[in-house]
């Protein structure tokens, strides 16, 4: 009987203990999205704090610790969104892991920006509003704290909804709303407007269809062939020489304006020896890399990965040394305007505030950035090594074209759009390696709409999420920047 009792008791404790057990589960599940958040306030905080140190004998200090604080923030929202599309194509296609990226993305986003970042920054957005019409400084300092509140908020919107949006559009979407705010219509530059408008459309246009004209090009003289090892040994060498002399152009061009001014001639040049050099160099070792690899494409992906890697590295060390800077623009414009009680058109970036971008945009991609790492990355289209390295490589072309034709591109769009352009390329050789084989192609007209969806290789939701979401990125950043100017406006002007 004594047995019997003591039996009762030890499983009814079990049983308590098993409660017990699952509430802890379950409080862990819950407040496992709370941790990233508590994080990035930390950080929030820590910036401010910061700023106090450094303006703590000013008595205007409270207006800059505001302006870290939103700076902050918006650091973490462009890690979270923007920085997601270099490392996006790279995990998508398995070349790396979502650590390995995340780790990779921070150190190189943060020594592009530290290292190679701008010293000086447009604080009027690329001559987004007349710098005439915002020469009061205590307009100017709220138009821009305006401007940087709301790019945050917008941005950090669209990484809820899984939309990958360029922030430097979002950053000129809220100069340009708080500059009609302050002064009306007539404050902005709509020829500049204007171009800004149809880069929406040149800068995923162009990243797709180079990313598509490269995958077209792998199709035909390396996977469609006999010989396929034979083929990416003549091949991918060239292939990463490109890689090389695109992004050493693209990074003398666009990532090294601290160190030394280049112009566009000087930074092809550049280009063209290094990737002298690379093809030099990456020929014996892809010889030696496909000794004994079976005739097949799994052999292939093994060629391609680690230049894919060493490409999204490249990228993010660019988007940090060129991107980051727009990003603390409006921070950079506050600190200036009120520690010098002046407006001017450019400013230099202080250390600090570099900084805060830098860590912030780390910070931001670690505790947020996976949920766009793995849209772009895998739930558009499916990638693979080969198709990563298309679209990795047309972002740093279509960068450098932009540039020699004088158009103002997004990074994001183009990245996104180059996913797009290799899966629309796909479908099209599908469709056309079906006709040319005379397969029989199904009859589309009598299946249901989802199974329609379901067989075409670009997710149809995505396109028009995305899609929609450039199109109203400017003009809703821009309403809400000015929306926040004017309560601004009623409380301090």
């Given at each position: 009987?004594?047995?019997?009792?003591?039996?009762?008791?030890?499983?009814?404790l079990d049983k308590d203990l098993g409660r017990i057990g699952?509430?802890?589960?379950?409080?862990?599940?819950?407040?496992?999205?709370?941790?990233?958040?508590?994080?990035?306030?930390?950080?929030?905080?820590?910036?401010?704090?910061?700023?106090?140190?450094?303006?703590?004998?000013?008595?205007?200090?409270?207006?800059?610790?505001?302006?870290?604080?939103?700076?902050?923030?918006?650091?973490?929202?462009?890690?979270?969104?923007?920085?997601?599309?270099?490392?996006?194509?790279?995990?998508?296609?398995?070349?790396?892991?979502?650590?390995?990226?995340?780790?990779?993305?921070?150190?190189?986003?943060?020594?592009?920006?530290?290292?190679?970042g701008g010293d000086v920054v447009s604080t009027i957005s690329?001559?987004?509003?007349?710098?005439?019409?915002?020469?009061?400084?205590?307009?100017?300092?709220?138009?821009?704290?305006?401007?940087?509140?709301?790019?945050?908020?917008?941005?950090?919107?669209?990484?809820?909804?899984?939309?990958?949006?360029?922030?430097?559009?979002?950053?000129?979407?809220?100069?340009?709303?708080?500059?009609?705010?302050?002064?009306?219509?007539?404050?902005?530059?709509?020829?500049?407007?204007?171009?800004?408008?149809?880069?929406?459309?040149?800068?995923?246009?162009?990243?797709?269809?180079?990313?598509?004209?490269?995958?077209?090009?792998?199709?035909?003289?390396?996977?469609?062939?006999?010989?396929?090892?034979?083929?990416?040994?003549?091949?991918?060498?060239?292939?990463?020489?490109?890689?090389?002399?695109?992004?050493?152009?693209?990074?003398?061009?666009?990532?090294?304006?601290r160190v030394v001014k280049i112009d566009i001639g000087t930074?092809?040049?550049?280009?063209?020896?290094?990737?002298?050099?690379?093809?030099?160099?990456?020929?014996?070792?892809?010889?030696?890399?496909?000794?004994?690899?079976?005739?097949?494409?799994?052999?292939?992906?093994?060629?391609?990965?680690?230049?894919?890697?060493?490409?999204?590295?490249?990228?993010?060390?660019?988007?940090?040394?060129?991107?980051?800077?727009?990003?603390?623009?409006?921070?950079?414009?506050?600190?200036?305007?009120?520690?010098?009680?002046?407006?001017?058109?450019?400013?230099?970036?202080?250390?600090?505030?570099?900084?805060?971008?830098?860590?912030?945009?780390?910070?931001?991609?670690?505790?947020?950035?996976?949920?766009?790492?793995?849209?772009?990355?895998?739930?558009?289209?499916?990638?693979?090594?080969?198709?990563?390295?298309?679209?990795?490589?047309?972002?740093?072309?279509?960068?450098?074209?932009?540039?020699?034709?004088?158009?103002?591109?997004?990074?994001?769009?183009?990245?996104?759009?180059?996913?797009?352009?290799?899966?629309?390329?796909?479908?099209?050789?599908?469709?056309?390696?079906?006709?040319?084989?005379?397969?029989?192609?199904?009859?589309?007209?009598?299946?249901?709409?989802?199974?329609?969806?379901?067989?075409?290789?670009?997710?149809?939701?995505?396109?028009?999420?995305?899609?929609?979401?450039?199109?109203?990125?400017?003009?809703?950043?821009?309403?809400?920047?000015?929306?926040?100017?004017?309560?601004?406006?009623?409380?301090?002007?």
């Amino acid at each position: 009987m004594v047995d019997d009792k003591r039996s009762r008791q030890w499983k009814t404790l079990d049983k308590d203990l098993g409660r017990i057990g699952q509430l802890e589960r379950a409080a862990l599940y819950v407040s496992r999205p709370m941790v990233g958040t508590g994080i990035a306030l930390a950080f929030i905080v820590i910036a401010a704090l910061g700023a106090a140190v450094f303006f703590g004998q000013q008595t205007t200090n409270y207006i800059i610790v505001a302006a870290a604080a939103f700076g902050a923030y918006m650091a973490l929202n462009i890690g979270a969104n923007d920085v997601a599309n270099n490392m996006a194509p790279a995990v998508g296609a398995n070349a790396l892991t979502m650590g390995g990226a995340i780790v990779i993305a921070a150190l190189f986003e943060s020594a592009g920006a530290l290292l190679a970042g701008g010293d000086v920054v447009s604080t009027i957005s690329k001559g987004i509003i007349n710098q005439e019409a915002v020469a009061d400084s205590r307009v100017f300092i709220w138009a821009m704290m305006a401007a940087l509140i709301s790019s945050a908020l917008w941005i950090n919107l669209a990484t809820w909804v899984g939309a990958p949006v360029s922030t430097t559009h979002s950053v000129v979407g809220g100069v340009m709303g708080a500059g009609i705010a302050a002064a009306g219509l007539s404050a902005v530059n709509w020829p500049s407007m204007s171009a800004i408008a149809a880069s929406w459309v040149i800068s995923p246009v162009l990243g797709g269809a180079i990313a598509a004209a490269f995958l077209a090009f792998i199709k035909k003289h390396i996977i469609y062939v006999d010989d396929k090892i034979a083929a990416a040994r003549r091949w991918v060498p060239v292939l990463i020489a490109i890689m090389a002399g695109t992004f050493a152009a693209y990074l003398a061009l666009k990532g090294l304006s601290r160190v030394v001014k280049i112009d566009i001639g000087t930074a092809l040049l550049v280009g063209v020896g290094s990737g002298a050099v690379a093809y030099v160099i990456s020929a014996p070792l892809i010889r030696l890399q496909s000794e004994g690899m079976e005739n097949r494409n799994k052999s292939l992906k093994a060629l391609f990965g680690l230049p894919l890697v060493i490409s999204a590295a490249l990228l993010s060390f660019a988007h940090g040394a060129n991107d980051v800077a727009n990003a603390v623009g409006p921070l950079a414009a506050i600190v200036h305007a009120e520690s010098l009680g002046e407006v001017a058109g450019k400013v230099a970036i202080p250390h600090w505030v570099m900084i805060i971008g830098a860590f912030g945009i780390s910070f931001g991609l670690m505790l947020f950035g996976p949920k766009l790492i793995r849209m772009v990355g895998s739930q558009i289209t499916k990638l693979n090594p080969m198709r990563a390295y298309c679209v990795a490589l047309s972002a740093a072309i279509t960068v450098i074209v932009a540039s020699w034709l004088g158009l103002p591109v997004s990074s994001t769009h183009i990245a996104v759009g180059g996913v797009f352009g290799v899966g629309f390329y796909r479908e099209w050789h599908t469709m056309q390696r079906r006709r040319a084989n005379n397969l029989k192609l199904p009859d589309m007209r009598r299946l249901p709409a989802e199974e329609l969806r379901r067989r075409k290789l670009v997710r149809r939701s995505h396109f028009m999420t995305i899609a929609a979401a450039w199109v109203i990125t400017v003009p809703a950043a821009a309403l809400l920047s000015g929306g926040i100017f004017r309560l601004l406006s009623l409380i301090v002007l």
